[in-house]
């Protein structure tokens, strides 16, 4: 690990310009503290090195965490429960990509003396995280893998695990055509359920052919494109990427006619509150997501006590409610109608 005095030396000054510089001193100028802080990112400096430091940041992109319905909610507040009882306070932030072009993350890090951080919702194409693969600051990621860092780790549950017992459950209901709708595949964790969907119906000797399969990232795409596809295949059962889409192709069947479950059985995924309120009640694979918040904090800890965990999975639980059920004798599209056929236009990720 890099000290205060290989960037004093590095720089030509003394280890008290540098100690100045990164806790942001009034008598240093912005040039030199600026200077200090990308010569510290060079060096591989981390301020976990300073034993008075006790703060860590969350940040979030791409999801709502304000009130107690929202998904990120119980996160924040699970790493908030382990954290501040051990001596550290939480700092929320919201982040977007203007500022993480802005700043680098190990600049951002050491700028405002935080030890570590929990990241929330980043994309693929996100700027910090093409920079995790050389960070030197722990980070753990929520959802995201990072390789060959020892200073990374990833924290989620188990979607393999969980789309093995939904495809089960449904194959032991008798459907034998399941389909699959998903958000872009723009993320790391669509990637994930996406492969795991079709390893799941290779599994039961289900057909896995990629046109059992649609994504968007518009929902009026997968409703007007990808859904009507799926249902002239005559699947009679679909899986969601996601509860909000899984609930917004409920509605579009409600439209069409189709009854869920007597003619399609539909299963979300992440089990938000509102899964309980829909009409009919939605089943979901549940993400314990205070469970998530507390491992991302006992992950964290461990990075910042020299413990290079790399993945920490909770296990997934299917929730079943009255969305799914027996596969009907006919499936959906024998009584409401064919579509086109239209290629597929998602290829599975290996």
């Known amino acids: 690990m890099a000290t205060m005095e290989d960037i004093a030396k590095k720089l030509g000054v003394t280890k008290g310009t540098v100690s100045k510089a990164l806790s942001g001193a009034t008598d240093v100028s912005e040039t030199l503290r600026k200077s ?18 006790k703060k860590l940041c969350l940040f979030i992109e791409n999801m709502a965490y304000a009130s107690p319905s929202d998904f990120g909610y119980d996160i924040i507040i699970g790493f908030r429960q382990m954290a501040e009882p051990a001596g550290f306070s939480v700092d929320v932030v919201p982040l977007d ?66 789309m093995t017992m939904t495809v089960s459950c449904l194959k032991e209901l008798g459907h034998t055509k399941i389909g699959y709708l998903s958000g872009a595949l723009g993320s790391y964790i669509n990637q994930v359920r996406y492969s795991a969907f079709f390893r799941s119906l290779r599994k039961f000797g289900l057909p896995h052919d990629q046109s059992y399969a649609g994504n968007s990232y518009y929902f009026s795409e997968c409703l007007e494109k990808h859904l009507p596809r799926l249902l002239d295949k005559g699947v009679t059962a679909i899986i969601c990427s996601h509860d909000l889409l899984a609930h917004t192709v409920m509605l579009r069947c409600h439209e069409l006619g189709i009854q869920i479950p007597g003619q399609l059985s539909i299963v979300g995924f992440d089990d938000l509150p509102l899964c309980a309120y829909t009409a009919p009640p939605l089943s979901s694979i549940r993400q314990d997501r205070l469970q998530i918040g507390k491992s991302a904090f006992y992950a964290l800890s461990s990075l910042m006590n020299g413990t290079p965990i790399s993945t920490l999975l909770l296990h997934a639980k299917l929730i079943q409610r009255e969305s799914i059920g027996p596969a009907p004798a006919k499936p959906a599209s024998d009584e409401s109608g064919t579509c086109e056929e239209q290629r597929p236009t998602v290829q599975e990720e290996s």
């Open 36 to 53: 200090v802080l990308e010569t510290a990112v060079e060096v591989g400096y981390s301020r976990n090195r300073l034993p008075n430091g």
């Open 97 to 162: 990509t203007i500022s993480q072009k802005d700043v680098p993350y190990e600049e951002y890090m050491l700028q405002n003396g935080y030890l570590g951080a929990l990241l929330l919702g980043l994309s693929l194409n996100d700027p910090w995280i093409r920079q995790f693969n050389k960070s030197h600051t722990p980070a753990v990621l929520y959802d995201n893998y990072i390789q060959v860092n020892p200073s990374t780790a990833y924290v989620g549950i188990d979607n393999n695990e969980g």
